[in-house]
Nanobody, 122 residues
Framework: QVRLVESGGGLVQAGGSLRLSCAASGTFFRINDMGWYRQAPGKQRELVARITSGSSTNYVDSVKGRFTISRDNAKNTVYLQMDSLAPEDTAVYYC????????????????WGRGTQVTVSS
């Protein structure tokens, strides 16, 4: 089992910054992809950013140039630095982690955090 602990959400004015963190703990052999999704009221959950084990990244177009995803493999932690925040960034942000749970079969399992609220006021 893997536990994800998210932190860093809150209320910020438009143009401000927040940094989200998500630390993984538990039983696994390797962390593969790590990412952040968000879900605004009345909307579907969407991918915000992902980072592979090799540190390749991809972002949804609406956050490119404003958000930066990174990871610290020694701490099993993924970060999302969010700058130039806008009201449309308001959502619950969820951490997503894919871990390898069997070296024999290569089985992977995906885990989700409970979510952290980000609110951007205009």
């Amino acid at each position: 089992q893997v536990r994800l602990v998210e932190s860093g959400g809150g209320l910020v004015q438009a143009g401000g910054s927040l940094r989200l963190s998500c630390a993984a703990s538990g039983t696994f052999f390797r962390i593969n992809d790590m990412g952040w999704y968000r879900q605004a009221p009345g909307k579907q959950r969407e991918l915000v950013a992902r980072i592979t084990s090799g540190s390749s990244t991809n972002y949804v177009d609406s956050v490119k140039g404003r958000f930066t995803i990174s990871r610290d493999n020694a701490k099993n932690t993924v970060y999302l630095q969010m700058d130039s925040l806008a009201p449309e960034d308001t959502a619950v942000y969820y951490c997503n982690v894919v871990v390898t749970t069997s070296l024999i079969t290569g089985r992977t399992t995906t885990y989700w955090g409970r979510g952290t609220q980000v609110t951007v006021s205009s």
